[in-house]
């Protein structure tokens, strides 16, 4: 990577994720608006939101090549179909299940980082866990951490298990409070509640109040114990909710996410 500000060109710049990675990183000046260059099926000119400068390209070969940083921010079905020489520059892959073995294989590098950010990245509070390739330098680190520190908090791991882990953890993270809240909505209109009150009262409990835990010293497991040592609703409503198999469906789904991240590209691969 240049000592000057970096060419990054992301493909898939025009995917959510994609698009929000870029929008923060601009905002934290982590990179220069006229050295972004983002790729999208469709073509586009305008330069992204407020930042007139940045360039649309459809051809992700001329991205690659004119880039010092390329991020791979497209489905990971459409990485085989992917026809980009990597060169030089340091390749961050956001692609969910695309092993760093695969990943070397075809971009023919070493200087590879896995990353697994989520939805949250288009409101700048996204969790990202990375892993760094053999020949990943600690200036490519120091990039990579500002990258996705511009979209929230951010991790280096050192084992591919724990990025596809963390691919079902956090990578999924946004829709598991989407699904407790939706289930609490189905409770409260099925008990009479007006919808309105109802979606007040559930966002309040997901988004609110589990703030708790972010500013608090407590953590999890001492405010749960902390709860049901109190004896009163809540702990009535834990234990109901632990005794009909809550935790267990939590650990079912967090391992079917996981096993869904490895098995995704082997099933692509399979011969048609």
């Known amino acids: 990577m240049t000592h000057s500000a970096p060419v990054v060109g992301i493909i898939g710049g025009g995917g959510w994720l994609g698009r929000s990675i870029a929008l923060h990183a601009l905002a934290a000046g982590v990179i220069a608006e006229r050295s972004l260059i983002l ?3 469709s073509p586009r000119t305008g330069g992204l939101g407020g930042w007139a ?5 459809s051809n992700n070969a001329d991205l690659a090549r004119r880039s010092d940083v390329i991020v791979l921010s497209v489905r990971p079905q459409q990485f085989p179909d992917l026809a980009i020489e990597a060169g ?5 892959s956001v692609m969910a299940g695309v092993s760093m073995a695969m990943l070397q294989s075809r971009l ?15 409101i700048g509070r996204s969790y990202t866990p990375w892993l760094a390739g053999a020949d990943v330098t600690e200036q490519d ?13 951010t991790d280096e791991v050192t084992t591919e298990d724990q990025i596809d882990t963390l691919t079902g953890l956090s990578g999924s993270g946004p829709a598991f409070p989407a699904l407790l809240a939706a289930a609490m909505l189905a409770h409260a209109r099925a008990r009479g509640l007006p919808p309105e009150v109802a979606r007040r009262a559930v966002l309040d409990v997901v988004c609110d109040a589990s703030r708790l835990l972010a500013t608090g010293d407590a953590t999890p497991e001492q405010m749960v114990r902390t709860f049901l040592d109190y004896e009163g609703t809540t702990a009535a409503a834990l234990r109901a909710m632990t005794g009909k198999g809550f935790n267990e469906a939590v650990a079912a789904g967090l391992d079917a996410a996981a096993a869904a991240a490895v098995s995704m590209m082997a099933a692509d691969r399979k011969p048609r």
């Open 39 to 41: 790729s999208s099926r």
């Open 53 to 57: 400068a940045v360039e649309w390209t």
């Open 88 to 92: 030089e520059s340091l390749v961050v």
């Open 108 to 122: 023919g590098t070493a200087r590879v980082v896995r990353a697994m950010p989520n939805a949250a990245a288009e």
């Open 141 to 153: 680190r120091a990039f990579v951490r500002a990258l996705f520190t511009s979209c929230g908090e």
